[in-house]
């Protein structure tokens, strides 16, 4: 499936990305306001590079926001690993009273 969507989605984003970058070689004029720098920067890099940035700033945002579900579901896990070791304790231990059970119904009556 996850191929499917690339080939149906990623495929023919790249090849868009590739057509304007192609097409938007000419150089602009990029300066912060209140900083004197400025930098001659062709258009389709101006316009990819915020992109890659925005992708990888929301990114962080989510990850930073699933934080908590994170901690959650890793105390979850060890709850869940802690009642597993108890339930086969018991389970061994309920076993050895059947054995034991078990053994005292095959004696013979005392005399």
């Given at each position: 499936?996850?191929?499917?969507?690339?080939w149906?989605?990623?495929l023919?984003?790249?090849?868009?990305?590739?057509?304007?970058a192609?097409?938007n070689?000419?150089?602009?004029?990029?300066?912060?306001?209140?900083?004197?720098?400025?930098?001659?920067?062709?258009?389709?890099?101006l316009?990819?590079?915020?992109?890659?940035?925005?992708?990888?700033?929301?990114s962080?945002?989510?990850?930073i926001?699933?934080?908590?579900?994170r901690?959650?579901?890793?105390?979850?896990?060890?709850?869940?690993?802690?009642?597993?070791r108890?339930?086969?304790?018991r389970?061994?231990?309920?076993?050895k009273?059947?054995?034991?059970?078990?053994?005292q119904?095959?004696?013979?009556?005392a005399?």
């Amino acid at each position: 499936m996850r191929k499917l969507v690339f080939w149906l989605i990623g495929l023919p984003l790249a090849v868009i990305a590739a057509v304007f970058a192609v097409n938007n070689r000419d150089a602009v004029s990029v300066s912060l306001w209140p900083t004197p720098f400025s930098v001659d920067l062709p258009l389709y890099l101006l316009c990819l590079g915020a992109l890659v940035i925005g992708l990888v700033v929301g990114s962080l945002f989510t990850w930073i926001g699933s934080a908590k579900l994170r901690v959650r579901l890793r105390d979850r896990d060890l709850e869940i690993r802690g009642l597993k070791r108890d339930l086969d304790k018991r389970v061994a231990e309920n076993q050895k009273l059947v054995e034991v059970t078990e053994a005292q119904q095959a004696l013979p009556p005392a005399a």
